[in-house]
Structures are given as C-alpha cells and as structure tokens.
C-alpha cells in the first residue's frame, strides 16, 4: 500500500500539535501554586450530597460565575476558564498518583478536563454526561480561571476541608484496569500516540 507523502507530513503535524494541545491541558512546567491564586469563582454541582453517579450514564450540570465580592479588577485578565474533575481526600488516601500538590505541575488532585470555556463573569453552565470510564471514586469539581495559559483564579464545589457537596462515581470498568488507561490519557502524548499507532496501521 502507497501513502502519498504530504499525507505523512499531514499526519505528523497533527500529531505534534495535538500533543501540545494536550500539554497546555495538563498544566506542565509552569511553577503555578494554587494557593497563590485568588480564590475568585464560586462553583456547585447539580448532584445532591453523596449522590451516586453512573459513569456513561448519568449528567451532572456544572455552573460557575465570578465572586462579585471581590476587588474591582481582580478578573480584568481572565480569558477562558477550564473545569476539573478532582479527587476528594476520602479517595486520595494510600494513593500516590492522586496526591494534592500545592504546585500545580505537580497536583495530581484533578485527573480530568471536563470542559473549556471563554470566560464570563456569570450565567455559566455545562451539562456533563460523566465518561464511561471515569474511575470509582469520590469527587469534586474544581474551575481555573486562565489567562496566558496560566491560571489566575479558580473555585471549588466544596468546602475548603473538601467534605461537603461531594458527589461519588460508580465505573463500570474495574478501577485496576482504570487506571491505566487513565494515564495513558492524562499523558501529554497520549494522542500523540495514538496518531503514530495510525501511521503504522497504514504502512502494514
Ligand atoms: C466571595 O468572596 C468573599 C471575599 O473574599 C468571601 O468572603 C465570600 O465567602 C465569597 N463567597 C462565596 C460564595 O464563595
Ligand atoms: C493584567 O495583565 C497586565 C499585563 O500583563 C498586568 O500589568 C496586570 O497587573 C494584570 N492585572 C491583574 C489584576 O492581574
Ligand atoms: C488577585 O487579586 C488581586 C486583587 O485584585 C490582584 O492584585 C492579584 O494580582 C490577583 N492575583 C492573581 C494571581 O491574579
Ligand atoms: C443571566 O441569565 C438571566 C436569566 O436568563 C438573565 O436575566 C441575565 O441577564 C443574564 N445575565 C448575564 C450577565 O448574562
């Protein structure tokens, strides 16, 4: 079989610029501390306390708008904003790969981008089907406010001890098998991969 070559070229490309794209995501190498950021965003889910989700299945609505208490101008740079799935205490215990880390680069709090978003200051919301295979585990949503691809500000749907308005996945795969394929889709590289997997089905 002949692939014509600026196809290759094409398939490369895309290759790189995804993978960029997923690095943005993951927030690496850019020394951002959260407890630097202005707390700025108020944030709740649509689920009730301890509300049992079906992944695949189940919605939750995610809102989100800017804390109008704070200084005038605190939100003047803000440009998109960018919503978290993340772990609760009670499903990070014993578990190194989801170990809270005060720099971000670092966090493994929040393994999932649920969605992106300009930012406004009020009337946000996204309705979200929870990924078929999104681990079991207790979570909460945390939102960044992002300018320059750094974040700024963020919110959480729960308090600051992380106890209240939690809301629990039930996975349908077994959480083992999970995990792997987790990280494979947290890595940077992941699509990248996955285009390269592409180009060497095409050339057999
Ligand atoms: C909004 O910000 C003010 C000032 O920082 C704070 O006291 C208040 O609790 C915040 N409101 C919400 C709903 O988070
Ligand atoms: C907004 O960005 C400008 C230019 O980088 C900076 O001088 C200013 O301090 C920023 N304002 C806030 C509130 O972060
Ligand atoms: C937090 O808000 C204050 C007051 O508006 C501002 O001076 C500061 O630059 C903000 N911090 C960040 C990280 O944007
Ligand atoms: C938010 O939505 C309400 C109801 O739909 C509307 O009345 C209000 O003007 C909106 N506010 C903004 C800032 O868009």
């Not at 070559?5 to 501390?33: G, K, Q, R, W």
């Not at 708008?65 to 009670?90: H, I, K, R, W």
């Amino acid at each position: 079989m002949e692939a014509h070559p600026s196809l290759l070229i094409l398939l490369l490309l895309s290759c790189f610029a995804t993978a960029s794209y997923a690095e943005h995501n993951d927030h690496t190498e850019h020394n951002v501390h959260l407890s630097a950021l202005n707390q700025s965003l108020i944030v709740s889910t649509s689920s009730t306390p301890g509300q049992v989700l079906k992944a695949g299945v189940d919605q939750v609505t995610i809102t989100w708008s800017y804390n109008q208490s704070f200084p005038a101008g605190t939100d003047t740079n803000y440009t998109t904003v960018e919503a978290m799935l993340c772990y609760a205490p009670v499903s990070q215990t014993g578990r190194d790969d989801r170990k809270t880390d005060d720099n971000l680069d670092n966090d493994k709090t929040c393994p999932l981008v649920i969605t992106e978003a300009p930012y406004k200051r009020s009337n946000n919301s996204f309705v979200w089907t929870i990924p078929r295979d999104t681990p079991t585990a207790t979570y909460f949503v945390r939102v960044y406010a992002v300018y320059n691809e750094h974040e700024k500000g963020y919110g959480e749907s729960t308090d600051a001890l992380k106890t209240t308005s939690l809301f629990q996945v039930d996975g349908i795969v077994s959480e083992e098998k999970v995990s792997g394929a987790w990280s494979m889709v947290g890595n940077s590289f992941g699509y990248g991969y996955a285009w390269l997997l592409m180009l060497f089905l095409l050339y057999i």
